[in-house]
């Protein structure tokens, strides 16, 4: 499956943005998803994951209650709508796919095998 994420740019604080994630070759809807992001000088982190059916969805410390994932299989898409967004949410953030994860490994990015290009979120003081 081939992803790519779009949606980022500048934004200030407080403000929200919704990043995109369009999937192709593959049906998306039996694919487990996630986010993840990395800023300048440091590690890829997680930051939402959501299982292929029902609404049980991840999230981490920091954006728990700011950030909402969603998924259109329709549409083959995944959505990241950002709320309340701070200087610390400035990264680049990927998409990424796989099928079958195991739950407790949801936020490590190795248990992931298909990822999209990133796409640059920016949010100013």
């Known amino acids: 499956v081939q992803l790519q994420a779009f949606g980022g740019g500048l934004v200030q604080a407080g403000g929200s943005l919704r990043l995109s994630c369009a999937a192709s070759g593959r049906t998306f809807s039996s694919y487990d998803v996630g986010w993840f992001r990395q800023a300048p000088g440091k590690e890829r982190d997680f930051v939402t994951a959501?299982?292929?059916?029902?609404?049980?969805?991840y999230y981490a410390d920091s954006v728990k209650g700011r950030f909402t994932i969603s998924r259109d299989s329709a549409k083959n898409a995944v959505y990241l709508q950002m709320n309340s967004l701070k200087p610390e949410d400035t990264a680049v953030y990927y998409c990424?796919?796989?099928?079958?994860?195991?739950?407790?490994?949801?936020?490590?990015?190795?248990?992931?095998?298909?990822w999209g290009q990133g796409t640059l979120v920016t949010v100013s003081s």
């Open positions: 959501k299982r292929k059916s029902g609404s049980l969805a």
């Open positions: 990424a796919a796989a099928q079958g994860i195991i739950m407790s490994t949801v936020r490590f990015a190795s248990s992931y095998d298909y």
